[in-house]
Nanobody, 119 residues
């Protein structure tokens, strides 16, 4: 499956953004999806994940309560709603897919979308 992330931009401290990740391929609805980010000079960080049917989600402690992952399989799209953004949320955000929740790694990655939060 090919993934294309969008929705990033420059926002102020406390603002909200919704990222989208569209999947191209018939089997998008069968994939477990995740969102990650990478800030300059830092390692890639897991943010959130969602099961293929959307019923199960998982979040990193750093974003729990502020970020919400969801998906619309009819639109082949997974979303990341980000609220109360902080300057430390500045990073390139990536979506990724893997065939099973227990897979050790994600097999497919989007190109990333830049999120910049100004203070």
């Amino acid at each position: 499956v090919q993934l294309q992330a969008s929705g990033g931009g420059l926002v102020q401290d406390g603002a909200s953004l919704r990222l989208s990740c569209e999947g191209f391929g018939r089997t998008f609805s069968g994939y477990y999806m995740g969102w990650f980010r990478q800030a300059p000079g830092k390692e890639r960080e897991f943010l959130a994940a969602i099961s293929s049917n959307g019923r199960t989600t998982d979040y990193a402690d750093s974003v729990k309560g502020r970020f919400t992952i969801s998906r619309d399989n009819a639109k082949n799209t997974v979303y990341l709603q980000m609220n109360s953004l902080k300057p430390e949320d500045t990073a390139v955000y990536y979506c990724a897919a893997k065939p099973f929740s227990w897979s050790s790694q994600y097999d497919y990655w989007g190109q990333g979308t830049q999120v910049t939060v100004s203070s």
